[in-house]
Every structure is written in structure tokens, then in C-alpha cells.
């Protein structure tokens, strides 16, 4: 395992809000910025790093794990700058990303490739992207999430199509497509 701090691993996705010492007294919002402060913790059956570079290699079953944010992934590249966690570049069929909002709320992202820019505090999910943040899903090709304004930009272009699925409020149940009032 290795422990480092991430600088602003996120406000959410991806901020993506986490484990406090004192959960019951904890707002989720101080959740989130309590977890950014926890250790990085790696897991996975290889690794090969590069410590001149600043790049380490990690390859079967990734785990990676940051207070109740969870990657997991087939490989990961992880990038240090003067001995701090830069970025994370995930691969997978799929690599998926957990984690909750600063209001409490799950996000889940799954996508063939992840860039994890720590210092942006952005994450960009490439390839059968798709994310969901409570019952609510986004899914293109490409789909870009800034975890501190909480901001996303989704679509490649080319002919890709975005699709966006908004659950209904206020405690109604969704309806089966073709199902009858």
C-alpha cells in the first residue's frame, strides 16, 4: 500500500462525500473534505515504478482507495510531482469509479478509460462512458466531470450520441417503458 495526500481529489466525483471519525456529527459536506486529507491506498497483483519518473505501474485487480472513494480497474498509471499523487490514468472493461457528492448522494462512473487530473480536480472517462449520481444517468462515449464545480461536459462528436435518463421526483416510482398509468 502507499499513502500519500491527493491535493483535491474532489469536492464530488471522479468529488466523489466519505469517512469521517465522528460520522453521526459529521455533515457531508465535511465528509468530503476530511476525505481528501486520508491516505491513498493501491492494491494490485503487480507494480512497476519508476520513482525517477515520477510514474508507477499497477496491473491486475486495482484497487484504490481514499475514504469511501473506490477505483477499481485492470491497470492504472499513477503520476507523482515532488513526491505528490498528480494523476491516475485507469484501464479497464470497465474501470469504475464510487463515490459520493458533498450532499451524501452516490456517484458511480464506469468507462474503458479514466484520467484522474488530482490538482484540476476533474476526471474524464473515455470509451462506453457512464455515470450516475443518485438514480439519474449520463452515458456517451465522452464524458468529462469537474468534481469542484461539479460541472460536466459530455459527448465526442463524430456521430456520438449523449443519453441522459432523469428519474422522476418526489417519491414516484418510474414506470417500465410502455407501461400503462
Known amino acids: ?3 500519500m495526500n491527493r491535493p483535491a481529489l474532489k469536492t464530488c466525483l471522479l468529488s466523489m462525500a466519505l469517512l ?4 453521526l456529527l459529521a455533515t457531508p459536506a465535511s465528509a468530503a473534505s476530511a476525505d481528501r486529507t486520508m491516505p491513498l491506498e493501491i492494491e494490485a497483483d503487480r507494480k512497476h515504478t ?8 499497477y496491473e491486475g485487480n486495482v ?3 481514499q475514504g469511501q472513494l473506490l477505483l477499481k480497474a485492470d491497470r492504472a498509471t499513477i503520476h507523482l510531482r515532488d513526491g505528490q499523487f498528480e494523476r ?3 484501464e479497464g472493461k470497465p474501470a469504475t469509479y464510487q ?12 468507462a474503458q478509460r479514466m484520467d484522474y487530473q488530482a490538482r484540476e480536480d476533474r476526471i474524464t472517462l473515455t470509451g462506453q462512458a457512464k455515470v450516475q449520481r443518485a438514480a439519474d444517468t449520463l452515458a456517451s462515449e465522452r464524458i468529462v466531470y469537474n468534481l469542484k464545480t461539479e460541472v460536466v461536459d459530455a459527448g465526442a462528436g463524430g456521430g456520438d450520441r ?7 421526483r418526489g417519491g414516484n416510482e418510474p414506470k417500465a417503458r410502455g407501461e400503462q398509468p
Open 162 to 168: 449523449v443519453r441522459m435518463v432523469l428519474q422522476p
Open 63 to 65: 484497487i484504490i482507495r
Open 20 to 23: 469521517l471519525a465522528t460520522p
Open 1 to 3: 500500500m502507499i499513502a
Open 88 to 90: 491516475a490514468v485507469l
Open 99 to 110: 463515490d459520493r457528492d458533498e450532499d451524501g448522494q452516490p456517484i458511480n462512473g464506469q
Open 50 to 57: 519508476d520513482y525517477k519518473g515520477g510514474e508507477a505501474v
